[in-house]
């Protein structure tokens, strides 16, 4: 049962332009939300995070949007660079529940 | 430097023998994490511990033992017994249970052949 999906396995982005990562989840007492960004052979590393009593949070060029009607999160990169190209992981968790529910990734290719 | 070490970075093992993976955090985080990922697939949680001398299963603990005698150790055993044992370890470490995130380690591929 996969409580947290990521439906595109892939999504290529020119430079500068702006990337969209999405993430939905089918488990509503989720209520704190992250996404990862992970290179091959190294572990992921934390990027933003977002708790249910908000429906955005800025970082930077990250922003996580989310809508909990729809049970759906995204992360919005702007502007793209190349050293985001990497897979990009969402994860939730709720109160009560010790673990962390990763999704299957995102790869995001930047290209020049 | 704060952080998360685990070693070796690569481990072969023949099948049949059992395995132990280390990890080790000066970060003083009181939760511990195991995790495996495969090809194509997220992360998949092992093994847990909240603190010391206590862990509970994660999603594929079969195959797997852990221990936690020390708040900054928390090794991995890889058993004979688990079916498909290659693949990419994963160990992370966070402040509390809920609400932060968790911080990994560089990661252990395993082969076993």
């Known amino acids: 049962d996969q409580q947290v999906k990521q439906n595109s396995p892939s999504l290529s982005v020119q430079e500068g332009r702006i990337s969209i990562l999405n993430c939905d989840y089918t488990n509503s007492m989720f209520d704190y939300f992250l996404w990862y960004k992970k290179y091959p052979a190294e572990g992921p590393t934390f990027l933003i995070s977002?708790?249910?009593?908000?429906d955005k949070n800025e970082d930077g060029r990250f922003t996580v949007f989310l809508n909990k009607s729809a049970k759906h999160l995204s992360l919005h990169i702007v502007p793209s660079q190349p050293g985001d190209s990497a897979v990009y992981f969402c994860?939730?968790?709720?109160?009560?529940?010790?673990?962390?529910?990763f999704g299957t990734g995102t790869r995001l290719t930047i290209i020049p | 430097d704060g952080g998360i070490t685990q070693s070796p970075k690569y481990l072969f093992r023949k099948e049949g023998q059992n395995v132990t993976l280390s990890c080790e955090q000066n970060l003083n985080h009181d939760a511990m994490y195991w995790y495996r990922q495969d090809p194509g697939q997220g992360l998949r949680l092992i093994y847990y511990?909240?603190?010391?001398?206590?862990?509970q299963k994660g999603d594929i603990a079969e195959g797997y033992s852990v221990s936690r005698e020390k708040k900054e150790s928390f090794p991995l055993t890889v058993t004979s017994a688990q079916k498909n044992p290659t693949a990419f370890y994963l160990c992370?470490?966070?402040?509390?249970?809920?609400?932060?995130?968790?911080?990994f380690g560089p990661g252990t591929r395993l082969t076993v052949t």
């Open positions: 994860a939730a968790s709720y109160f009560g529940n010790e673990k962390l529910t």
């Open positions: 977002i708790s249910s009593i908000k």
């Open positions: 511990s909240q603190i010391v001398n206590d862990f």
């Open positions: 992370a470490s966070s402040p509390g249970v809920h609400g932060y995130e968790q911080y």
